[in-house]
């Protein structure tokens, strides 16, 4: 089993397909544990946001492809063409990379090391982290550290947060006249919050599956907010001009048919939906509806991409550095490979001077000059150690130059010829 990654994102699938492949937080946690205890792999961490599934392993990659269409439910032939996989190089590179925004739809965006870091979390609660994933990513996270403080690649960056408020405004003007509802009280959500409430709207509504959580995240507002229960959502709908959601629900949580009865209320006022959840909450239908202008987080791409020309020059340093950090870490592992045969060689070397040095102690104890001892030892000693190399070389074939080239490069020694 070697170090691999199979995965999709925002560049090689819509979010149809992507919102399939999904885990949400909810059963991320039996997802890896399940992954890590299959035959398809040793060690796993799932990697599952708005834009992206990644499944980094130590493992065999069909395997692995195979267990993620099965957990799913999907024929392999409807996911592959999505997938992308990569070898052990490959895989940290891509770690590195992802870990620095440089595979964000936001050039330089700082959320997606946090989500990485939760990701790992969850992969060590479940006892799916070990040597070859845990050194990875502790590797990842202080790349990602330096190139963030070493270059500008995440500065003048639209977040998707930002977007959300600027998307808005493309049909409401004033942010303040509005009304603002939100759908669930995560940390997309909370982002999003953020900046509405910076244009302090008139009010703003977190709508949650538990109150005490929508009512935490309103008091960090600092705004006219007030929490309710998803169960309201029917009854309130219409009094919303703004409204977005992110949850892990698995089904959608607003209709088409609740939109329109909201939208008959509103009488032809428009309302701007924007659903950042994968899978999504709100119906693709709804978009069909006249006043309801309704994006996904596929839509955000134009907006989130201003700027990124002035990004791009940090990020060519951004990539110059990545490529430095991936080759001391693969140098790295070739020396960790090392390491149990130089242990190895170690004890047998300890093997061959116990052995001589408890005959030179029972020859000491019968009288044996101690001279004559340690010429013995030495003798003794310099026979055992040389015994192996001397018997393969004396095994090896004429042309075996590759073990000629490696005694004497070991010993030092002068050109045999």
């Known amino acids: 089993m070697q170090l691999t990654a199979v995965g999709l994102n925002h560049q090689t699938a819509p979010l149809s397909i992507r919102e399939k492949l999904a885990f949400t937080a909810a059963n991320l946690p039996e997802a890896v544990h399940n992954l890590a205890q299959s035959h398809a792999a040793k060690e796993a961490v799932i990697l599952s946001t708005c834009n992206r599934t990644e499944l980094y392993c130590v493992g065999e990659t069909e395997s692995i492809i195979e267990w993620l269409a099965q957990y799913h439910e999907l024929p392999i032939n409807e996911i592959l063409p999505y997938l992308y996989t990569l070898n052990s190089n490959e895989t940290v590179r891509h770690a590195f990379r992802v870990a620095c925004g440089l595979d964000s739809m936001v050039l330089g965006e700082p959320q997606i090391l946090g989500q990485i870091k939760e990701a790992v979390r969850i992969a060590q609660e479940q006892q799916s982290l070990s040597s070859h994933l845990n050194a990875l990513f502790q590797k990842t996270f202080a790349v990602a550290k330096e190139v963030r403080t070493d270059t500008a690649v995440g500065e003048n ?27 669930g009280a995560g940390e997309m959500i909370e982002l999003v919050a953020t900046y509405f409430a910076a244009k302090n709207p008139k009010l703003i ?162 009288g044996t000059p101690p001279e004559e001892v340690l010429e013995r030892l030495s003798i003794q000693l310099t026979n055992k150690l040389l015994h192996s190399p001397t018997r393969t070389l004396n095994k090896a074939g004429s042309g075996d130059n590759h073990l000629v080239e490696a005694v004497t490069q070991i010993y030092h020694l002068k050109d045999p010829s």
Request: with cysteine; proline share 4%; charged share 25%.
């Open 157 to 183: 960056s639209v977040s998707m947060a930002s977007a959300a408020v600027k998307m808005a405004e493309q049909i409401f003007p004033n942010i303040a006249d509005l009304n603002v509802l939100f759908i």
């Open 205 to 366: 509504t977190v709508a949650n599956r538990t109150l005490p959580r929508a009512q935490e995240l309103c008091d960090k507002l600092s705004v006219n907010a007030e929490p309710c229960l998803l169960g309201n959502l029917p009854g309130i709908l219409h009094e919303y001009d703004v409204i977005v959601s992110s949850t892990a629900s698995q089904l959608p949580l607003v209709g088409k048919g609740m939109v329109e009865r909201a939208l008959k209320k509103r009488h032809n006022i428009p309302v701007f939906l924007l659903d950042l959840a994968v899978p999504r909450d709100i119906e693709a239908e709804v978009g069909e509806l006249g006043d309801a202008y309704l994006y996904t987080v596929d839509d955000m791409i134009e907006i989130v991409q201003s700027g990124k020309e002035a990004r791009q020059k940090a990020a060519s340093a951004a990539e110059t550095m990545v490529e430095e950090k991936v080759a001391e870490f693969i140098e790295w592992q070739k020396s960790r490979q090392s390491v149990p045969l130089i242990r190895a060689l170690r004890d047998e070397g300890e093997k061959a001077r116990r052995a001589v040095l408890e005959n030179a102690m029972k020859q000491l104890s019968k």
